[in-house]
């Protein structure tokens, strides 16, 4: 058991916590709450804690609690992280602060407005768009172990919004796609199955799309799934600078983008 | 796009719940006729969905050397014998074009090395026919639902509403009343056809895998309609959750070859009817329908008794055994249950490569639900409801495990194509009645909750009691005397809950009104499960009552049907389906 067990609750902890009120129009501040200390808890129990025993009005979001609905991303002590797998032991005996996840717009105290990212989604096309048409009845399209292994990990992304509120692009431009986006663009741009690269191209290769990123690479930092956005991002620049060669080299003979194997 | 009109919102059809089955929903509609208009109601962004920590897998018939006989009769034993069997039939036929067709919408369903998909074995079933995404099948599942639903201009999202009221004008539903959290404002949105696709409500129970929005709405919804919730008695514990947290570790580490040991190192199932204990290291291991791959219902009633007779270990978070996985082997474990080595890692401190894993049962699954046909219908018209919960049966007294990612998909899609068909007869929706509804219902909400000085009740010491009442009353094995207890208390929180005062009265983003209008969903649903359970005075699957040990086919041959009233429910009967599976013994290993 993680927990030690001789452990009461007369250890506690402080939280800092970011908080906006609209309907009270008071300006954002910050509010400081005591907690009990318990090495098994994240700082959503305490969240949750606070909520519970101390003040109804802190609002935030979560659910799953075990790090894959994407639900409860904040930035705990300026660090982009799941609050659901940040534990109390890793911060003890210091103060933690909470605020909502940067360069999004602030809703109320903890939540943040993401539209925009499903927005996105639906310009990268984030769907499968067949490269050969087959009807369900004629089973399924065959992928082996080493072609799902392609993009699979990119298809690990949980749109928890830590590799945003990470990109110094994204906070310098909101219309930047962002990591995960383009990531979830290459999952099915590398996908044996699909072969709408083409139709995606226009968006992961314009002004908002890849060449926007620096490559800083804070977004595979701070991904809690190991999706590697950054990676991704390089690998489509290749793609796309390739394009452009063959482009450049036979206009006509326009080859697939991206899954070519 | 919804009606220009601007008071009134309104679609073709209306799917409240944007997890699995809601988004199958949607996508069916999309696909059959863009021309409709659909809206998706959901208190969450869709991708946040339950459906989303479904690890395991999702089962349909794929291998020649399986039979959808084979998958029917183990679906019908495993369910002890309470699943109608022509809904059964019918969700064994269409579930592998339902996988199929995810296939096609880019689900990264594992592979064989010839590039088909492939199959893993799990509790209850005889072959293996579980399809899975590695251990995050849900995830998987609910991504694709949720990319590929992106598409269709057709479909209207109303992300972060809760739906508070079923709006019923000339004896059909017309629509909801939603908060739309953002604003606070009550809002009708009007359907033709509406659909229930709310998930379960395992957070009645103070132990449970389930995700905190598992609250039970859309059941509490219909149940104060009229619609009869059924089979509620039916809860199900998964053998297996992280002590504490309630964490889930797959039926498939089970799969895989994972087994269960008690304090003395042994693999207790082999006492409790389930087979004989085969070495992990014999080729035969695990043998399908026996021991740690036994149905979940009778894992968690072997731990309740392991328990009792002091075989099990004691940790702070109550008592326990070990899941072992040492001997699958590192590079196993990693291709195909890398979440449970991250789960466990992250939140027990071990590694199921090396270490034993704690586990003990865990609330995870509602049997029962709003009680539909065949064909997603409800007694409602106008109302249909797929997934979690719905109740059309194919779980009866226990799922199978790897059932319900494939219920959602099969009832989901036949929930949407009943919905058009209703549409179509009902063209109308009474815009101005639904409308006065929802302002009435804005009234109430306000005056309910917003009233300062009303009362000294908190959210949180009303769900601790309930949650307690319902563990200590209603778990794995029950009495008379615990389940009347249960139900006088869970009438007592009604009671309580009146008087629940709210700290945040702001219309912005008001999470504690969600919380509590989440809370009269949870005492709504408690009431049916007690008292069904109550009513029930036998054993059979997951519903174990110690004063009653035997199965009574004679009298319990039955649906449980729960009305609410406003005292207690009224309980009604119906008959189960039983077309070619007579009620026969469940075997699982022995005899």
Known sequence: ?????????????????????????????????????????????????????????????????????????????????????????????NQIKVEPLNYFPVIRDLIINMDQFIDKLGEVKTWLIPAEEKSVDEGEYLQTPAQLAKYKQYTMCINCMLCYSACPVFGQHPDFLGPAAIALGQRYNLDSRDGGADERADVLFSNEGIWECTFVGECSEVCPKNVDPAGAIQMAKVTATNDWFKGLLMPKGKKKSGGDQ | MGSSDSTCLSHDILIVGGGGAGLRAAIAIGEENPDLTVGVISKIYPMRSHTVSAEGGAAAVIQSSDSHDHHCYDTISGADWLADQDAVETFVEEAPRELLQLEHWGCPWSRNPDGTVAVRPFGGMKIERTWYASDKTGFHMLHSLFQTAIQYDNVTRYDEWFATKLLIEDGRCQGVAAVELGTGQVRAIGGKGVIMT????????????????????????????????????????????????????????????????????????????????????????????????????????????????????????????????????????????????????????????????????????????????????????????????????????????????????????????????????????????????????????????????????????????????????????????????????????????????????????????????????????????????????????????????ERDDEQFLKHSLAYQTDGNPRIEYSDVSITRWPPGDRVYGSK
């Open chain 2, 198 to 549: 709310t998930g379960g409500a395992g957070r009645i129970f103070p132990f449970t895998t389930n995700a905190a929005v598992k609250t039970g709405d859309g059941m509490a919804l219909a149940y104060r309609a009229g619609v009869a919730l059924k089979d509620m008695e039916f809860v199900q514990y998964h053998p297996t959750g992280l002590p504490g947290t309630g964490i889930l570790i797959t039926e498939a580490s089970r799969g895989e070859g994972g087994v269960l040991l008690n304090k003395n190192g042994e693999r207790y199932l082999a006492n409790y009817d389930l087979g004989e204990a085969v070495d992990v290291n014999d080729e035969r291991h695990p043998v399908k329908r026996t021991m740690e791959l036994g149905p979940r219902d009778r894992l968690s009633q072997a731990f309740e008794l392991e328990r009792q007779k002091g075989n099990t270990l004691q940790g702070e978070y109550g008592d326990y055994v070990h899941l072992d996985l040492r001997h699958i082997g590192e590079k196993k474990i990693n291709k195909k249950l890398p979440f449970v080595r991250e789960l466990c890692q992250n939140y027990v401190g071990i590694d199921p490569v090396h270490e034993l894993i704690p586990v003990r049962p865990v609330i995870h699954y509602m049997m029962g639900g709003i009680d539909t046909d065949l064909q997603a219908a409800t007694s409602l018209p106008g109302l249909f409801a797929a997934g979690e919960c719905a109740c059309v049966s194919i779980n009866g007294a226990n799922r199978l495990g790897s059932n319900s990612l494939t219920e959602l998909l099969v009832f989901g899609a036949r929930a949407a194509r009943s919905a058009v068909r209703f549409a179509e007869q009902n063209s109308t929706i009474n815009k101005q009645a639904i409308t006065a509804q929802a302002t009435q219902e804005q009234t109430r909400i306000r005056e309910q909750f917003f009233q300062p000085g009303k009362g000294t009740e908190t959210i949180a010491s009303i769900r601790v009691d309930l949650n307690r009442a319902l563990e200590q009353g209603a778990g794995i094995y029950r009495t008379e005397e615990s389940l009347q207890t249960a139900c006088d208390q869970v009438r007592e929180l009604k009671e309580r809950y009146k008087s629940v005062e709210l700290a945040d009265h702001s219309l912005t983003f008001n999470t504690e009104l969600i919380a509590v209008l989440e809370l009269g969903s949870l005492l709504d649903v408690a009431e049916a499960v007690t008292h069904s359970a109550l009513q029930r005075r036998e054993s059979r699957g997951s519903h174990q009552r110690s004063d009653h040990a």
């Open chain 1, 1 to 93: 058991m993680a927990a030690s067990e001789s452990q009461t609750a007369t250890e506690t902890m402080k939280l800092e916590v970011f908080r906006f009120l609209p309907d009270e129009g008071e300006l954002p501040n910050f509010q400081t709450y005591e907690v009990p200390y318990r090495d098994d808890w994240v700082v959503l129990d305490a969240l949750n804690y606070i909520k519970d025993e101390i003040d109804g009005t802190l609002s935030y979001r979560w659910s799953c609690r075990m790090g894959v609905c994407g639900s409860c991303g904040m930035m705990v002590n300026g660090e982009p992280k799941l609050t659901c797998s940040a534990f109390l032991r890793d911060y003890y005996p």
